[in-house]
């Protein structure tokens, strides 16, 4: 049997390349395909895969996420023809793809595309993109949307990464998940932290710093009370992350699986700062260092009430960030 592993682009190790790992260790003569591949981005077990890419790969791959409305034509052009199993990972367009006749085409879903449906401001919104942007992204919008929906036909299974993404998938695509299967974490890695703070202590931030994620918040709430955070990961959002930031948030870069881990064993908290998104590996990973995962219950509102009724929250930076999971 061959088996075709298609994954929507190659730009680096996150938590949908660690779902992949997994797929090609399953399958380790399955080709992959995508949309950009980056050689020696995505790790050893990916790349001794023999990895085939669109059209998109020959235009200039820093800008990739400009071409956002080839993404359609670019993925249905991947040939698939003589693959038996097509294994799709899709935040964005991978299970659109198109299957030979007669092909199984299980397509494993991390969300639907976010940034055309219920986050197209985070993404598209005043202060986040150019007048010319909006307008051309407003345009094109409701034509992807519609794609987005249409293409879940070339799926005969969809499984969930998450309850939370089975109702994103009943409620955009208007189709029930066929399975929910959490995405795997590696816990043996982790050595569990000891049990309470100390005066080194700091929060912890591993993430891709994109839009949806609402970084900013947790930036601005530790900046605002000086406490230490640290941010590990690297995006488009980096810079003006940076120039918002107070002296108390050290920014990383794209840490190294190892020197992550270290740095989960050592802190005292994690923290999410979005509101909506699917599940990932970092609450798990959270959970397996002996983190204190931090939940705030305050509206962001708060963040912005006079210093006096925030005065109780000066030693308790938790409670200073927004809730979003």
């Known amino acids: 049997?061959?088996?075709?592993?298609?994954?929507?682009?190659?730009?680096g190790l996150r938590g949908g390349e660690r779902v992949l790992e997994q797929l090609c260790l399953l399958y380790p003569a399955a080709d992959i395909f995508t949309l950009v591949h980056m050689p020696g981005t995505c790790g050893e077990i990916i790349e001794r895969h023999r990895i085939r890419t669109s059209f998109l790969d020959r235009l200039p791959k820093g800008v990739y996420r400009h071409y956002l409305p080839l993404f359609p034509l670019a993925i249905e052009s991947l040939d698939l023809e003589g693959y038996d199993l097509v294994v799709s990972t899709s935040h964005a367009v991978a299970k659109g793809c198109r299957p030979a006749k007669g092909a199984v085409h299980v397509a494993y879903i991390h969300t639907p595309m976010r940034y055309v449906w219920d986050q197209f401001e985070?993404?598209?919104?005043?202060?986040r993109a150019g007048p010319l942007t909006r307008l051309a992204a407003g345009a094109l919008a409701p034509m992807l949307r519609r794609w987005d929906v249409r293409s879940t036909a070339r799926a005969q299974a969809l499984i969930a990464n998450s309850r939370f993404v089975a109702g994103r998938i009943r409620r955009y695509w208007n189709r029930e998940a066929d399975a929910v299967v959490y995405p795997p974490v590696d816990t043996s890695?982790?050595?569990?932290?000891?049990?309470g703070p100390s005066a080194a202590d700091y929060a912890l931030i591993v993430s891709a710093l994109v839009p949806y994620k609402r970084i900013d918040l947790a930036v601005s709430a530790f900046s605002r009370l000086k406490?230490?955070?640290?941010?590990?990961?690297d995006g488009?959002?980096?810079?003006?992350?940076?120039?918002?930031?107070?002296?108390s948030v050290r920014f990383l870069g794209a840490a190294s699986r190892s020197?992550?881990?270290?740095?989960?064993?050592k802190t005292s908290a994690s923290r999410r700062s979005n509101r909506k998104r699917r599940a990932g590996p970092c609450s798990p990973s959270a959970a397996a260092a002996r983190w204190k995962p931090s939940w705030t219950a305050r509206p962001a509102s708060s963040l912005h009430s006079p210093p006096s009724s925030r005065s109780?929250?000066?030693?308790?930076?938790?409670?200073?960030?927004?809730?979003?999971?």
């Open 189 to 195: 890695r982790f050595v569990p932290a000891a049990e």
């Open 1 to 11: 049997m061959r088996v075709a592993l298609v994954h929507d682009w190659l730009t």
């Open 236 to 247: 488009p959002e980096r810079r003006s992350l940076e120039r918002a930031a107070g002296s």
């Open 122 to 127: 985070w993404y598209f919104g005043a202060g």
């Open 227 to 233: 406490r230490p955070l640290w941010i590990a990961g």
């Open 312 to 325: 109780s929250t000066a030693s308790r930076p938790s409670i200073a960030c927004k809730q979003i999971h």
């Open 259 to 265: 020197s992550s881990c270290c740095r989960e064993r």
